[in-house]
Every structure is written in structure tokens, then in C-alpha cells.
């Protein structure tokens, strides 16, 4: 899944770490990423947060996708910001999931977000 996911390589996130039911991915705010107050566009920390999500939910061999999520903006990413997604599992019960993700910057949560998943019911192909 992650080789042919063109939209997060293009934002420059990196998998750290990747078990059943958990992922780590980190993205590095750069000039193009920052909005008028020279902030980390908020969509893009949540994309972040999505990227991780996706993963984590999608460790079990069956193709899933997000059936919708929340995310809480808590405190803004800056310039040069390495920004790090943690997804955790939180419940899945036969093709339904939740998982929540904190991103941080350092020691700083910059936001929150909670991720609902729905398993497709068929087996994730190989690259």
C-alpha cells in the first residue's frame, strides 16, 4: 500500500516503525507546507495523521479504508517542525476499527485525531 501511495512520499513522510495495528510516520514541515501566518497548514497534519492511521488499520492483510475521522488542532507546527504521527488501535471488531493518532513535535502534541475504518473484505495485493 505504501509504495504506491504517491500523495504521502510527495509530502516526504517516512514509515519509522509498523505493527499489527500500530504505525509511526514522521513529515518535516517545509516552506511549501506552511500557510499565511507561517503556520503548518492544518490539512496537512491531518493528512499526516491519516497517512498513519491508514497504515496501522491496514497491517491485517485486508484492504481498509478510513469511513471517517475527527482531529483536534491543539498547537500549530512551525517551519523546520519534524512532526511525528503515532497510530494506535484502539478497537476493531470484525470489518470496523477505531484508532486514535497523536501528532507531535518534540514533546509538543500538535493534535488529535480519531480514525474509523471499514475492512473492504478482500486481501491487500502485493506491490
Not at 517551519?79 to 518534540?106: N, P, Q
Amino acid at each position: 500500500m505504501w509504495a504506491d501511495d504517491s500523495a504521502s512520499r510527495a509530502l516526504g513522510m517516512e514509515i519509522v516503525s509498523i505493527a499489527p495495528g500500530r504505525a509511526e510516520v514522521t513529515m518535516e514541515v517545509r516552506a511549501d507546507m506552511v500557510n499565511g501566518h507561517a503556520l503548518c497548514h492544518g490539512g496537512l497534519i491531518a493528512t499526516l495523521a491519516d497517512s498513519a492511521f491508514a497504515l496501522a488499520c491496514n497491517t491485517y492483510g485486508e484492504v481498509t479504508v478510513a469511513s471517517g475521522f475527527e482531529i483536534d488542532l491543539l498547537e500549530p507546527g512551525r517551519l523546520g517542525d519534524v512532526l511525528v504521527a503515532t497510530a494506535v488501535e484502539r478497537v476493531r471488531r470484525k470489518r470496523s476499527g477505531i484508532y486514535d493518532v497523536t501528532v507531535r513535535s518534540g514533546e509538543t502534541v500538535v493534535a488529535e485525531f480519531r480514525g474509523r475504518s471499514r475492512s473492504l473484505g478482500r486481501p491487500i495485493q502485493p506491490a
